[in-house]
């Protein structure tokens, strides 16, 4: 990208300094002009934009620019000149060449570059810093580009970040726009290839890469789940269909071992009297399960609760509603006992499954109050000491396990199911998928791990961050493969530390890679705004930038400007026909807002400039042909 607005994500590390103090440590080498003398050789120095009152060790003339460097900072802070006055008539080279011989430094081409870097920032660092600095300059990997590598640098020193090998990797890979599903390619074919180390936890790390790839696995799953819930209860289905779903069922731990096609519903009648109690009722099996376990002279109190439930379950629909409180209804006219109880219970259990299955098509990515879908539901009916945090796990194994099944009738319903879920997808389904990336990437698992349960912990074990530290800390692992685990660490480490607040101001980053039935898009998004006084983000001012890689727009940035709840968007990309392709999408963009409560001001669409990048290299692309379809559908 050739826009100097769209250079990889930029640190902001102007604004930062000027909306920070100036804090100087013993050591640090910095350039600044004497703007007043006061008595005692003391004067007031300007540093960039910030002013300071410090003791020469010499005297001085005002309007003269130095190097200095201090060299105390407790009482007051002193500073000695390291070089002499910076005239109009001294190069910068040679204003660089007089420090380096003053210091004592190497005049590598490394050392000149952050040298000359910190020089024209105006920021001060140390001899150590700088030594440090060239090393890593000079151990460059492939690929990574030293003006980002530079600005890393700064924003350690601005930032007070520890001045470590590890933070200053975190910084570049972070900044990057090119997108991580490159780097978690480049993975996941050395877990696949790679001789040596711990074999289950390479498979471990390789899987959860396969599953970042597959955001919508859950919902197939779901409707895996609710087809063969039908197919189970449809009397006109075939006998061989209906026993490849029952056996799919039961190798997913669904149904008991001992269900057969006879006997499977009070098999899971069973499993729901025998789970554990529960305070508050949430899923539909916990309220099957209150009424097999209540007692008669309790019953007209669990028909409120029932009454209740039903009422405020978001995901049935009004005639589901309706049958279902009259089923509840017909219960209160029978004789109040254990055996009407346990027929009440059967009707019900049968009900919602039929509702649920029913909705998991329509309702695929709606969840109600509590979190829960469709699927969670349904599956609460035949497993309900189920988690809701290992309930997606659950359904991508369903999907596991239908994809390696040999029967057609499984293969079948594997593809309905993904057809289904294909044609449903829409902003909501975009927004889960997003989600559920983040989540599986385990970017800030260490915050998650406080105050959480052991079954909380042990699906944040399964996320690839904690899965990735643990492969690069053990022994066995090859140094090549440990080399490219590291480089996905340090990107969302970066993501973490480029993710900032200052003041009122907030900063937000995030590489998202997402694959939609074979289709790829690298998304990274930047998000710049505001915070409120009572601690929300103020949605009146932001400004968001998308940068995307998609298979058939390829290349895309997205530049969207927040004032005052009107909306400006620019689009950068370079195929000649997006125009003409965007033009129907328009309209509805502008609807959504106004729903919203925002006004679209307009949609700009250009190409990136032809010209030579900040980043010193040409950014020249082929024209692109014209494509029968687009990547997102706003």
């Known amino acids: 990208m050739t826009s100097t607005s769209f250079n990889p994500i930029q640190m902001q590390t102007k604004n930062v300094q000027l909306n920070q103090p100036l804090t100087l440590k013993q050591g640090q080498v910095f350039h600044g002009t004497i703007k007043q003398l006061y008595p005692d050789q003391m004067a007031e120095v300007q540093v960039g934009s910030h002013k300071l009152i410090a003791k020469l060790e ?38 660089l ?81 090119d997108g991580i599903s490159a780097t978690l390619a480049n993975l996941a074919q050395l877990l696949a290839n790679q001789a040596g180390g711990n074999e289950a936890l390479k498979s471990n790390v390789l899987q959860q890469i396969q599953a970042l790839a597959k955001p919508f696995d ?47 519903s009070v098999q899971s009648m069973q499993q729901i009297s025998q789970a554990s109690p529960v305070t508050s009722i949430t899923q539909a099996g916990q309220v099957v399960q209150q009424i097999m376990n209540a007692k008669p002279e309790n019953s ?10 039903i009422s405020n379950e978001s995901l049935l629909t009004s005639n589901q509603k309706e049958q ?20 009440f219970a059967k009707q019900m259990q049968e009900q919602f499954a039929k509702a649920f299955s029913e909705n998991t098509a329509s309702r695929l990515f709606t969840q109600n109050d509590n979190g829960l879908s469709t699927k969670d539901q349904l599956l609460s009916l035949m497993k309900p000491d189920a988690h809701m945090q290992t309930n997606d796990v659950l359904f991508r194994n369903l999907v596991r396990v239908a994809t390696d099944s040999p029967h057609p009738a499984v293969q079948t319903l594997l593809t309905q199911s993904e057809s289904q879920v294909q044609v449903a997808i829409d902003s909501k389904a975009m927004e889960q998928a997003m989600k559920t990336v983040l989540k599986g ?7 998650a791990l ?91 001012y932001a400004r968001v930038l998308f940068y995307l890689q998609m298979a058939s727009l390829q290349e895309t940035v997205v530049d969207m400007q927040v004032q005052n709840r009107v909306i400006t968007i620019n689009v950068f990309n370079d195929n000649p026909n997006i125009d003409v392709l965007a033009e129907p999408l328009k309209q509805t963009l502008k609807q959504g807002l106004g729903e919203k409560e925002y006004h679209l001001s307009g949609v700009f669409i250009k190409p990136f400039e032809k010209s030579i990048s900040e980043k010193g290299r040409q950014n020249s692309k082929d024209d692109m042909e014209q494509q029968s379809e687009v990547d997102i559908r706003v």
């Open 218 to 264: 859950a919902e197939i799953g779901g409707v895996i789940l609710a087809r063969a819930m039908q197919t189970l209860t449809d009397l006109t289905a075939p006998l061989a269909v209906k026993t490849q779903a029952l056996t799919m069922l039961k190798e997913m731990g669904v149904l008991p071992q001992s269900a057969n096609l006879q006997n499977w």
């Open 300 to 309: 007209m109190l669990l028909v409120e609760q029932v009454k209740s439930w």
């Open 58 to 95: 010499v005297p001085l003339k005002v309007g003269d620019a130095h190097f200095f460097q201090v060299t105390n900072t407790n009482a007051q802070t002193e500073l000695k000149v390291v070089t002499g006055p910076m005239t109009q008539t001294m190069t910068p080279t040679q204003q």
């Open 441 to 447: 990437l385990g970017i800030s698992y260490e915050a």
């Open 97 to 177: 060449n007089q420090l380096l011989d003053s210091m004592n430094l190497p005049k590598t081409s490394e050392m000149q570059q952050v040298m000359s870097h910190f020089m024209k920032e105006q920021v001060p660092i140390s001899k150590g810093q700088l030594v440090q600095a060239e090393a890593w300059m000079k151990n460059l990997a492939e690929g990574n580009i030293k003006q980002d590598a530079l600005v890393a640098l700064q924003r350690m020193i601005e930032l007070k970040m520890p001045f470590t090998k590890d933070v200053f990797q975190a910084l570049i890979q972070g900044a990057k726009t």
């Open 324 to 343: 279902l409180q009259q089923l509840v209804q017909r219960f209160t006219q029978l004789p109040q006992n254990k055996q009407t109880l346990e027929v």
């Open 450 to 540: 406080s105050n959480k349960s052991a079954t909380d912990v042990q699906v944040i074990a399964q996320q690839l961050k904690p899965q990735l530290l643990a492969l690069i800390q053990d022994v066995q692992t090859p140094s090549t493969l440990k080399d490219s685990a590291e480089t996905v660490i340090a990107r969302m480490n970066g993501m973490q530390l480029l993710s900032s607040e200052n003041g009122h101001q907030h900063q937000l980053v995030m590489q998202v890679p997402l694959e939609f039935f074979g289709k790829k898009m690298d998304a990274t998004l930047q998000w710049n705004g505001r915070m409120k006084d009572d601690g929300k983000i103020d949605a009146n």
